[in-house]
């Protein structure tokens, strides 16, 4: 069994058909730019290209940047202001004539790091969070997620945790990455303090440097490397259609 997968980020929506059964994409993701005017109008138009670029008919699941709630985006941090209160998952069902998953990014990169991959053995609070843009978060408690947790949102040094420890810093502030390490310790800290979590796994584009940074993590919970990275979403959005979110 597959399903397309569709993970919409701040910069790019992307998507593949994954493998339900082993996690992985079947063929090669398609990237498309999110439109600079990144409204659901907007996006939807893009999804049109990446259905038919895979001639897609099966199930599909779509991750989003915000929260999702039964279907309807409630947030919207680093896309336009129109995604919020939409009925997301009725737009595209109506759309589409069929099924659809929605959930948020961060959740979808959860299901696929706990089913597959770095999470897969853990057991106790495990914390992902995906650091990019923005910084998203899925929490899970012996493999059971607690959806929507956003603690990129916590207010940490006067500001959003995100725009003070999310990885786009680096790239586009050009603060160096150690210096930025430095701050992401800082925030894992602080969310220690709150959630003692046993677990903390690092998601997104910068976990693959991991080991240039790791010694700068010093928090009492484990900390690893995801294992999807920016894949994650693609996939979990996937796996999420055979879950109930
Ligand atoms: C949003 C989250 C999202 C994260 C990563 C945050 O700004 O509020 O919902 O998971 O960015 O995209």
């Not at 008919?57 to 940047?65: D, E, Q, S, V, Y």
């Not at 941090?77 to 209160?85: E, F, L, P, S, T």
């Not at 990885?167 to 003692?196: G, K, P």
């Amino acid at each position: 069994m597959e399903a397309l997968g569709i993970d919409v980020g701040g910069s790019g929506v992307k998507a593949a058909p994954v493998d339900l059964s082993t996690g992985k994409r079947v063929v090669k993701r398609k990237r498309v730019p999110t439109p600079e005017s990144s409204t659901p109008a907007a996006v939807y138009e893009v999804f049109d290209q990446l259905i038919s670029h895979f001639d897609w008919k099966g199930p599909i699941g779509c991750a989003l940047p915000g929260v999702v709630r039964n279907g309807v985006m409630l947030t919207a941090a680093n896309v336009d202001d129109g995604w919020i209160g939409r009925d997301v998952r009725t737009d595209l069902e109506e759309r589409y004539g069929q099924e659809v998953t929605v959930l948020n990014d961060a959740d979808a990169a959860g299901i696929a790091e706990n089913l597959f991959g770095a999470a897969r053995e853990l057991s106790g609070t495990v914390l992902l969070l995906t650091l990019g843009t923005g910084i998203g978060s899925a929490l899970f408690t012996n493999g059971v997620l607690v959806p929507n947790t956003e603690l990129g949102h916590l207010e940490f040094h006067g500001r959003d945790a995100e725009d003070y420890a999310a990885a786009r810093l680096v790239s586009q502030e050009r603060l160096i990455e150690r210096d930025w390490a430095v701050r992401l310790n800082e925030y894992l800290n602080y969310v220690e303090s709150v959630l003692t979590p046993d677990h903390f796994i690092l998601g997104g584009g910068i976990s693959k440097n991991f080991d240039r940074y790791a010694d700068l993590l010093n928090t009492n919970a484990t900390v690893r490397a995801a294992r999807f990275r920016n894949r994650a979403g693609i996939i979990g959005a996937a796996l999420a259609t055979g879950e109930a979110v």
